[in-house]
């Protein structure tokens, strides 16, 4: 997903974390959920590109997270 603001853009992927299932211990890709209902689906983004200044102040910068 990219978001611009004027000439400046940020850039963010859905993020998904590996866990083990809990059965077989085979690490299995998963996103977030809502609420009490396993089967609905919630979204987190993480900054991987860009940044946002106003003004010489930098409000945002990516994570360093691999």
Same mark, same amino acid.
């Given at each position: 997903?990219?978001?611009?603001? *004027? +000439? @400046?853009?940020?850039? !963010? ?7 083990? +299932?809990? /059965?077989? *211990? %085979?690490?299995?890709?998963? /996103?977030?959920? !809502? /609420? +009490?209902?396993? +089967? @609905? @689906?919630?979204? #987190? !983004? @993480?900054?991987?590109? *860009?940044?946002? &200044?106003?003004? /010489? &102040?930098?409000?945002? %910068?990516?994570? #360093?997270?691999?």
């Amino acid at each position: 997903m990219t978001i611009a603001f *004027g +000439d @400046q853009k940020l850039v !963010y992927r859905k993020r998904a974390w590996k866990l083990a +299932d809990e /059965g077989t *211990g %085979e690490l299995i890709e998963k /996103g977030l959920r !809502y /609420g +009490d209902n396993p +089967d @609905q @689906q919630a979204a #987190m !983004y @993480q900054l991987v590109s *860009g940044n946002l &200044a106003l003004a /010489g &102040a930098k409000f945002i %910068e990516p994570a #360093m997270v691999s």
